[in-house]
């Protein structure tokens, strides 16, 4: 029972009043200076939009931004995860398989994101005359879903690869140690009431149903 | 070409030093055997390799998988049915491979089962009580030729070796309160008593009294106190750290290879370990009836040979299989015609979950968990421990409450509905995350006729040998007993009474999913039996076509278990190696003829 839990919540997103409809053009800006190594220029203003989407700062509860989600990102795409090191990528490739045979693409996480992005811009341009960093955020969310559900057809990484690429890291950043360069500040365990690396409940065992009252700690971080 | 360096003949090589590598290198150099185990991966230990607070890092190991197997240069391709191509596993999802010495055995969850007696007798069983013909045609199953009493003492052994924490259930015949009714005659009680139940572990305590069932504690190789196993190894009370299956144990706590028997192999003279050893291949003399030695690839990438007397093959299961067929040792199962055996009878595990999510006042503090420790079970629907006839179906499920960590990443719950980005999951992951609980059901799955393993036309590993294939796809009797499984586990949430419950549950038309985890309990392939028609291994884990090999591991199971397989396949393990100790290596050859 090596249990991963299965894939609650993931369900696909349909209800357009479950997300701001607010007619503010998407601002992300990282809220501290950090300078991608892997990311261009518009690939970087690209991610710094779609994960400000994908975890907003609006309302409460810390957003994708303020939790260093796009420093984790770039930092990823220069680690051996980045450079497909750790998948089988040989081929030949099958992307006709069924779903449920899992991923059958050829590409690493920074061909995704590379091809990826430079096909979604090219997509935005086309429908709403500009990249999508520049929508409006009600428009950037419609675009997203559009990827997710593959409604929009890329002409190298299926819309839903790219898509499933930036939701899966964005969340990993959100929820990871901060010394991997998202979760700053451990915002985001903050945000759940998650104790991070606290690793040790030996008098908490004993208190069943009763609030665990210590902040989190990190890896890295002080631990008091 | 170059050919492969010759080394010096030894008495004994082991392929794969995990768990049953460990057990035979410890009976084999007691006997005073010269031994080399080879392992694929890296050498690990708890020091550096398993230290906190760097192990404390679900991104590292629960999720990017730093210890497990690397995909890159191996992996095994899948396909449903037979006349589908094949494509490669390329990430994780479904099952976990382990590398490095201790194999899984490191970052397992310690679950620590026996199979109750009648798994190992289950066609008779299943025959006896409701007639052959409520066995389908297609299905493959057969008898252990072993019984629980005779692994009995083996399996009392290995709970020893690992400081497992429990109740027990049936003492010598006697049922005793508050352990597992339904388990085999055991010869003792656990070595150590289990750790308080976790919150959701005590409600699911109280729901199932009420609806009649007898819950126990999770038999758990997590040593609940400060423990000195019998080779004197010494193991640290478990403080439920959430950092425990995917994760090595930083506390000394959690059973492995590292923390149980390697530390009296370590600095033996008559064992050497070589790490990053790949090997690839057991050579054969002129007869094919003989074991010669292995050929391997060692951590500098030069081939090498490595002559031994007796070969152990102790790999993972898929990985036992594989070098069979790439040794060419026995004949390649053929779902056609049913003939042959290596590859055959593979089986697997289909599990369900329901969450259950309560109200904010309830405060189940999903992260105090351990991959056993803590966690609650009832086994009254598992095995053969109901009457099946009415249900149209063979084999069961545990049904268990356990969170093993809360880590938000990759066990984050939400209820069904919840959209999977932007404001609304953003809301809803603080709404639920401290309030909700798992439960789960992980269930037998029998073998089959068209279910095998065999070696992929087309795709190569990183030396060019090609992958093993699996052909695997979910069979009706697993849906209807899944079904059934998780209709119980359904009626258990509403009795905890949450504010709203949700079951996945594989049905009818859902096809094998190999991108969400289930099970690493992997079986069969190089199954056990009473004849070399109808196996690869005798009793004693002994190839009936080259008797100086013996081949441990789940790959021995005829067909998979309800329970996790560490329990079975040490005992298995055990029950072998005291043969091989008593007998064979007295005087070598076949144990049982054939």
Excluded at chain 1, 130 to 159: I, Y
Excluded at chain 1, 207 to 217: D, E, R
Excluded at chain 2, 434 to 442: I, M, N, Y
Excluded at chain 2, 500 to 510: D, E, H, S
């Amino acid at each position: 029972m090596d249990r991963r839990r299965f894939l609650f919540g993931a369900a696909p997103v349909g209800l357009a009043t479950l997300v701001s409809a607010g007619c503010a053009r998407g601002t992300a800006t990282q809220s501290h200076s950090y300078a991608p190594t892997y990311f261009r220029p518009p690939e970087w203003e690209f991610v710094l939009a779609a994960v400000s989407r994908l975890i907003p700062a609006d309302g409460p509860g810390p957003g994708a931004i303020e939790a260093g989600v796009p420093e984790f990102i770039d930092r990823q795409m220069e680690l051996p995860y980045g450079h497909g090191s750790y998948f089988y990528l040989k081929g030949p490739f099958h992307p006709e398989s069924p779903v449920t045979l899992g991923y059958q693409l050829r590409y690493t996480p920074r061909e995704i994101y590379r091809l990826g992005i430079e096909a979604a811009n090219a997509a935005a341009r086309a429908s709403h005359g500009m990249e999508f960093a520049r929508l409006e955020a009600a428009r950037q969310d419609e675009f997203l879903e559009s990827l997710q559900k593959g409604q929009l057809v890329l002409p190298t990484v299926p819309a839903p690869g790219l898509f499933g690429q930036l939701l899966e890291n964005t969340k990993e950043g959100y929820f990871s140690d901060p010394i991997h360069g998202g979760n700053r500040d451990m915002v985001a365990w903050n945000w759940i009431g998650f104790p991070g690396a606290r690793a040790d409940f030996t008098d908490w065992i004993d208190q069943p149903g009763v609030k665990y009252p210590y902040a989190p700690v990190s890896i890295g971080g002080p631990r008091t | 070409m170059t050919s492969p360096r010759r080394l010096k003949s030894v008495d004994a090589v082991i392929i794969g030093y995990g768990w049953t590598g460990a057990i035979l290198a410890k009976t084999l150099t007691d006997a005073g055997l010269s031994v080399v185990a080879l392992e694929r991966g890296p050498a690990r230990d708890t020091s550096p390799d398993f230290e906190f607070p760097r192990i404390a890092d679900e991104l590292k190991h629960a999720i990017r998988g730093d210890l497990w197997q690397p995909l890159a240069n191996e992996t095994v391709t899948i396909r449903h049915g037979l006349n589908d191509v094949a494509v490669p596993y390329r990430k994780y999802g479904s099952f976990v491979l382990g590398n490095g010495v201790g194999g899984a055995g490191v970052h397992w969850n310690g679950q620590l089962w026996r199979a109750s007696p009648e798994d190992l007798s289950l066609r008779s069983r299943i025959e006896q009580r409701y007639g052959k013909k409520f066995i389908p045609p297609e299905m493959t199953i057969q008898d252990y030729p072993v019984t629980f009493g005779e692994l009995e003492p083996h399996f009392d052994h290995f709970e020893k070796v690992c400081g497992v924490s429990g109740t027990a259930g049936n003492l010598r015949g006697q049922i005793k309160p508050g352990g597992n009714p339904f388990e085999g005659p055991r010869s003792d009680e656990f070595p150590t008593p289990p750790l308080p139940g976790i919150f959701s572990a005590q409600l699911f305590e109280k729901a199932t009294a009420e609806l009649g069932y007898k819950s126990f504690p999770t038999p758990a190789a997590n040593s609940s106190i400060a423990y000195t196993n019998p080779y004197g190894v010494r193991l640290g009370p478990c403080n439920l750290c959430g950092f425990c299956e995917r994760f090595g144990c930083f506390l000394y706590s959690k059973a492995s290879p590292q923390t149980t028997i390697l530390p009296i192999l370590n600095g033996r003279s008559n064992l050497e370990v070589r790490t990053n050893s790949y090997v690839t291949r057991i050579l054969l003399d002129n007869t094919g009836k003989t074991a010669t030695g292995v050929l391997y690839v060692d951590d500098s990438g030069r081939e090498v040979e490595q002559p031994a007397s007796l070969v152990v093959l102790s790999a993972f299961q898929m990985h036992n299989v594989r070098l069979l067929l790439l040794s060419k040792i026995g004949a390649p199962y053929d779902p056609a015609s049913g003939k042959g055996v290596v590859g055959k009878n593979y089986a697997y595990q289909m599990c369900a979950e329901t969450a259950a999510y309560f109200s904010e006042d309830v405060e189940i503090n999903p992260f105090i968990g351990a991959g056993a420790a803590g966690q609650r079970v009832i086994d009254e629907f598992n095995s053969d421990h109901f009457d099946h006839s009415q249900l149209g179906f063979i084999g069961g499920s545990l049904i268990y409450a356990g969170a093993t960590g809360g880590r938000p990443i990759d066990q984050m719950m939400v209820p069904p509905g919840t959209p999977s980005w932007g404001a609304g999951w953003k809301a809803a992951i603080r709404k639920h995350y401290r309030h909700s609980a798992p439960l789960g059901t992980q269930g037998s799955v029998m073998s089959y006729q068209d279910r095998y393993l065999s070696l992929d036309p087309t795709y190569t590993d990183g030396h060019g040998l090609p992958l093993l294939r699996m052909t695997f796809d979910w069979h009706a009797n697993e849906y209807k007993m899944a079904a059934y499984s998780a209709s119980k586990m359904e009626e258990i949430v509403r009795a905890m009474k949450p504010d709203k419950q949700a079951t996945i549950l594989m049905r009818p038309g859902n096809p094998y999913d190999v991108r969400i985890y289930q099970s690493t309990h992997t079986t069969g392939g190089a199954i056990m039996g009473t004849n070399p028609s109808n196996s690869v291994i005798n009793r004693y884990s002994q190839s009936w076509d080259v008797p100086n090999l013996f081949v441990y591991g789940a790959s021995a199971f005829p067909q998979n278990i309800g329970y996790n397989p560490t329990g079975l396949l040490a005992g298995l393990a055990y029950f072998s190696a005291d043969k091989l100790r008593g007998a064979y290596l007295k005087s070598p050859g076949p144990l049982i003829s054939s």
